[in-house]
């Protein structure tokens, strides 16, 4: 072992482990940090890596101490993790996390019995998602009425740290919600029929248990069906701004330049997170009975095949169906706004979803590992799946495009659709970026930036801006944000996804 406390390495000797595969993306060879089963890769460009590296070397300068370990520190924590095959992979908006870093994909060989399940792998906001709603209106046809479309939004759907949600729902309906997904949704008129066939996992975990959820979370989670949250959830009104995959975009209905959308990016809220603390909880005591040793104290986690693991499993599932749950009720709420601001109704309007992803979220997949097809736990953090064409379990109007990839940018900068690659498949475990990703800590933009300041910026843009909480809008600014445009053209130059559709907003509601 190279690695002893009293001498840590310099930045040039930490370097030496790191080798460049091609412009695009780097390997982390084993040895960087103790008991690396696989090798770490990440993805940057030459205008990210910046960050990536600075980091290391203003954590070797400073020593072992204070703040999350450095994105590149983490990414081979998680390589040292019993059962993790391939590689631990990190997309170029990778930031540090609570044990592993956001943007980071690893995945666990079911077959392996040490293999483990970690919720920091997960995130606490679980099932965190986006999903797009398409219209037919132009942007030509909301040009005088967008103030009033935000406020109508910002009316319709609860928004802000402490919102409670519109719809009523006691607790009998809430277990069916956590049981059901978006089977709820659709049984108590919320959801179209075919609203379900454009969501991942067709918006329901079938491995669902609500008696793994603590009284707790449900207590948390309650009041907040259907409510869109703080922090980086927010519903935008954006229009096509440019269209690269002309087949794709129209097989989603997204292919007129100008054509407006609504995006909903919102979570699970105090419900998953809690389900991921009392998770936490339960592993590090399982930890200690299994002999499970990490490098990092918040890589908590347990095997698979243990109770722990599977109550995890079903509590998670339950919070993923919550959130979907959750996306449906605004997608309803959306609904109608838009049609009594247009006199019309959303079917008239178009309003379908093209489709609906998870960026936090572990699950279940087949994938080819060294030539042989191997069933795998794929935790995504920070990342989004992207199938192929042709894969089995993406919509048969996606079959010939590959999955629709929704990546949300940060308020008041543009969002992106891809679509999934056969490459992408083979290198990543079919998965991509999820956003732009922090360059700034949430206290270091407070900091930096003046609330004031970031809302004019996005009315000089001419954007619409309704926010519950202004104090916390600094944290979302866009400079506190890698550029989203980066991140994704890193990921079609790798070919890891295919650019199809570029959105760009003209009304924000936040929280």
């Not at 919600?177 to 969501?199: F, I, N, P, T, V």
Request: aromatic share 6%.
């Amino acid at each position: 072992m190279a690695h002893h406390k009293a001498g840590v390495r310099t930045y040039e000797q930490e370097m030496a482990f790191i080798e460049q595969l091609s412009p695009y993306h780097y390997r982390v060879k084993p040895g960087f940090v103790p008991g690396m089963a696989v090798p770490g890769v990440f993805y940057v460009n030459d205008r990210l890596k910046g960050l990536l590296f600075e980091e290391l070397q203003a954590f070797c300068a400073r020593g072992d101490h204070g703040g999350f370990l450095p994105a590149v520190k983490q990414i081979s924590n998680v390589a040292a993790l019993p059962g993790i095959v391939k590689k631990s992979i990190a997309l170029p908006d990778v930031h540090s996390g609570y044990g592993f870093a956001i943007g980071n994909v690893a995945a666990f060989d079911m077959a392996d019995p040490h293999a483990v399940v970690s919720p920091g792998g997960v995130g606490f906001d679980i099932n965190c998602g986006v999903r797009l709603i398409r219209t037919n209106l132009t942007e030509a046809d909301i040009a005088d009425v967008r103030e009033q479309l935000a406020q109508a939004l910002f009316d319709h759907i609860p928004v802000g740290v402490g919102s409670q949600g519109i719809i009523p729902t006691t607790a009998k309906d809430l277990e069916e919600a956590l049981e059901m997904g978006m089977d709820w949704s659709l049984r108590e008129g919320y959801s179209w029929a075919e609203d379900k066939e454009h969501c991942e996992e067709y918006g329901r975990m079938l491995n669902a248990d609500p008696s793994k959820v603590s009284a707790r979370a449900k207590k948390r989670g309650l009041p907040q069906m259907g409510t869109l949250g703080a922090g980086n959830h927010y519903a935008e009104i954006q229009v096509v701004d440019e269209v690269f995959d002309r087949v794709a975009a129209r097989k989603m209905g997204i292919d007129q330049v100008g054509q407006v959308c609504i995006m909903i990016h919102s979570g699970s809220r105090g419900l998953g997170h809690q389900v991921a603390t009392d998770a936490l909880v339960a592993m590090e005591k399982a930890m200690a009975r299994d002999g499970i040793v990490t490098n990092d104290r918040q890589l908590a986690c347990a095997r698979i095949s243990s109770q722990e693991g599977q109550d995890y499993l079903t509590a998670m599932a339950c919070a993923a169906n919550y959130a979907w749950v959750n996306r449906s009720s605004m997608t309803f709420l959306c609904r109608q706004a838009f049609a009594k601001m247009f006199n019309s109704t959303p079917d008239d309007l178009d309003m379908h979803v093209v489709y609906d992803v998870s960026h936090n979220i572990a699950k279940v997949e087949e994938h080819m590992v060294d030539g042989q097809l191997k069933t795998l736990l794929v935790h995504r953090k920070g990342s989004t799946r992207a199938f192929p064409p042709h894969h089995p379990l993406i919509p048969v109007d996606y079959q010939l495009t590959g999955q629709p990839v929704l990546i949300g940018g940060t308020m008041g900068t543009c969002s992106y659709v891809l679509t999934g690659t056969e490459k992408g498949m083979g290198e990543t475990f079919g998965s991509t970026c999820h956003g732009a990703g922090r360059a700034r800590s949430r206290n270091n933009s407070r900091n930096k930036l003046d609330y004031q300041q970031v809302l004019d910026a996005l009315k000089t843009k001419g954007i619409a801006i309704r926010v519950a909480s202004p104090k916390l809008v600094m944290e979302e600014a866009p400079e506190s944000y890698k550029d989203v445009s980066e991140v994704v053209d890193t990921c079609h130059a790798a070919g890891i996804s295919k650019k199809t559709v570029k959105l760009r907003p003209v009304a924000v509601v936040k929280g």
